[in-house]
Nanobody, 115 residues
């Protein structure tokens, strides 16, 4: 029901930075969590970062200290600031919103980090 559109992906050198954006077309006020996942070829989709009701955020251990998730008050826009990028960060990054009984996903944006 909620449409999510990611942007901001691209090609970057190792050590560089990118900022991903997720724009929601519907209301996000009922979302339990909003966040970012990624999937590399041959690997399963994994959680990168999320914001939980109450304002707390979770990060994968592999990105702690390098990535920061943020959102507007209404969660209509969700951002992922990625610093000190590594080649192993290369993946398709997906925006996600969880509503308890369902999850909505964006189409994904490619992030490629060269060595």
């Amino acid at each position: 029901q909620v449409q999510l559109v990611e942007s901001g992906g691209g090609l970057v050198q190792a050590g560089g930075s990118l900022r991903l954006s997720c724009a929601a077309s519907g209301s996000m006020i009922f979302a339990n969590t909003v966040g970012w996942y990624r999937q590399a070829p041959g690997k399963q989709r994994e959680l990168v970062a999320r914001i939980i009701r109450g304002g707390n955020s979770d990060y994968a251990d592999s990105v702690k200290g390098r990535f920061t998730i943020s959102s507007t008050n209404a969660k209509r826009l969700v951002y992922l600031q990625m610093n000190s990028l590594k080649p192993e960060d290369t993946a398709v990054y997906y925006c996600n919103a969880e509503f308890g009984v369902r999850s909505d996903w964006g189409q994904g944006t490619q992030v490629t980090v060269s060595s």
